[in-house]
């Protein structure tokens, strides 16, 4: 079973900085897909990036790319998303995810079913962007 926490959040101004954390408990062994995913009200999830617990290639969506950077630390008990040069079409609620997946594409991992690989989820880090 995997825990995820995110923290990091909060209100800044457009081209400001954020670094969002997301603490990991449990075996991620299983679970090698990472990510992060936003969601804003009224709008649908859309997936910002993601990184493999092995290797760590990321992968991160078209509309971020440039400006979001995924990393872990070397224990892998914490996954980061640095979000640099923040615009207000960025305010969203942040949530971390994991679990095994078949591929991933333009930020957002699938299982071999086609269905999102987001087993774990945390329950969100909110970005307010004036």
């Known amino acids: 079973h995997v825990q995820l926490v995110e923290s990091g959040g909060g209100s800044v101004q457009a081209g400001g900085s954020l670094r969002l954390s997301c603490a990991v408990s449990g075996s991620t062994y299983n679970n090698r897909c990472m990510g992060w995913f936003r969601q804003a009200p009224g709008k649908e999830r859309e997936g910002v990036g993601t990184i493999y617990t092995d290797g760590g290639s990321t992968y991160y969506a078209d509309s971020v790319k440039g400006r979001f950077t995924i990393s872990r630390d070397n224990a892998g008990n914490t996954m980061y998303l640095q979000i640099n040069s923040l615009k207000p079409e960025d305010t969203a609620m942040y949530y971390c995810?994991?679990?095994?997946?078949?591929?991933?594409?333009?930020?957002?991992?699938?299982?071999?079913?086609?269905?999102?690989?987001?087993?774990?989820r945390g329950r969100g880090t909110q970005v307010t962007v004036s």
């Open positions: 995810v994991a679990d095994s997946c078949s591929y991933c594409s333009d930020g957002t991992c699938y299982t071999s079913g086609g269905t999102l690989a987001d087993k774990y």
